[in-house]
């Protein structure tokens, strides 16, 4: 299904990104054209030197290692129109991206395109790499709003993780997201707003592009809400524990690698990550076999969501997991390249639209 239209603000990124890379070349010229591809509202034509050719763009407000990993998601979609031997990769088109973020991205081999003229490509038609430009003084600031807020965020996992609930009355939304009436209603306007939910003729809600719904709050969970979560990490004495632990006893759950790998049997876990509704006391330290370690392979993160929204996860075996939305969210977090491809798995398998 084609992206739904690109915001005000994206749109003004890419016009910004395009004039740009004129002024940083000096030779070259780029400019937006409209092309309805499976992964991007949008697209660039450049010019060098007379060599014409388009590239679709993928357009974030803010500009995250998390963006590779959506973006590799996104370009080897199965439902690609075009055949594999002709299609361009898609271009990251942000604000600003800096040198370190351009190193990892060239080194993904992931075009990019900023608002201060840096900028890489490697086509046929040419090759273009200018990294370092500092961020310009009139660079758009990422958009905010209630979404993007903590509260804002668990409203945005309750309705991908409950089916049906988007389209509910703010009061049943509010009740499942665990927040205010008043933060519901802000919450989902704001998206309504930003085009992450939309209003059918009959009044019904939906996700108009649910790829870009899932993308949006995997970065802001990065950016906005994981790093609020107490995270406390832990040395393990055993290697496997986890695989056979009751974290159940505990009220716990198992996120990131370590949900990974049970959910798809096909990555070997080196991180372990638990989700805890109560802070997890001696006992819990002493049964899992755990030490205080800053650089310990144990991460312990509290939960952000209300335990009625459990109801319906998935329950492989007898190790309670987080949901795939979540877990899926962990990996492309990590920054580690090895978790990509099992994110891809996770998400064409277990992140429906709901």
């Known amino acids: 299904m084609p992206r739904s239209a690109n915001s005000f603000l994206e749109t ?10 004129g002024r940083s070349t000096g030779v070259y010229k780029a400019k937006p054209v409209r092309k309805l591809v499976p992964y991007g509202g949008a697209a660039i034509e450049f010019n060098l030197s007379g060599r014409k050719f388009e590239m679709p763009v993928f357009i974030t407000t803010r500009a995250s290692a998390v ?19 002709v299609q361009r990769p898609l271009m990251l088109v942000a604000p600003h991206v800096d040198p370190e973020l351009a190193g990892r991205l060239i080194e993904q081999n992931v075009p990019f395109l900023d608002a201060a003229g840096n900028a890489f490509l490697s086509e046929s038609e040419g090759m273009v790499m200018i990294s370092g430009r500092p961020k310009p003084q009139h660079a758009q600031k990422p958009q905010t709003g209630r979404a993007t807020t903590r509260k804002g965020l668990q409203v945005m996992f309750a309705i991908a993780t409950q089916p049906g609930l988007v389209s509910q009355p703010y009061r049943t939304i509010a009740q499942a997201s665990g927040v205010a009436l008043s933060t519901a209603n802000q919450v989902i306007d704001d998206l ?23 993308f949006e709050w995997a970065s802001l969970y990065q950016t906005r809400l994981r790093f609020k979560l107490g995270a406390r990490r832990f040395a393990s004495t055993t290697p496997d524990w986890w695989r056979v632990f009751d974290f159940a006893s505990f009220d716990a759950r198992l996120g990131g690698e370590s949900a990974a790998d049970i959910l798809t049997h096909e990555l070997k876990a080196a991180k372990v990550t638990l989700y805890s509704r109560a802070p997890l006391g001696s006992q819990f330290m002493l049964n899992a076999r755990l030490r205080p370690d800053p650089r310990g392979d144990v991460e312990i993160l509290e939960s952000f ?23 899926y969210a962990d990996l492309v977090a990590s920054g580690d390249s090895r978790n990509l491809s099992t994110a891809t798995q996770i998400y064409e398998q277990y992140i429906t639209q709901p």
């Open 12 to 21: 003004q990124i890419l016009g910004e990104a395009c004039d740009a890379f």
């Open 67 to 85: 963006d590779i990993a959506n973006i590799l998601l996104a370009q080897n979609r199965p439902y690609a129109t075009e055949p594999r031997s």
């Open 192 to 214: 309504q707003f930003r085009g992450l939910v939309a209003l059918k003729s009959g009044g019904d809600r939906i996700f108009p592009d649910w790829q870009k719904f899932v």
């Open 305 to 327: 969501w209300p335990e009625s929204l459990e109801r319906g996860w998935m329950e492989p075996g007898r190790q309670p997991l987080v949901h795939p939305f979540l877990i």
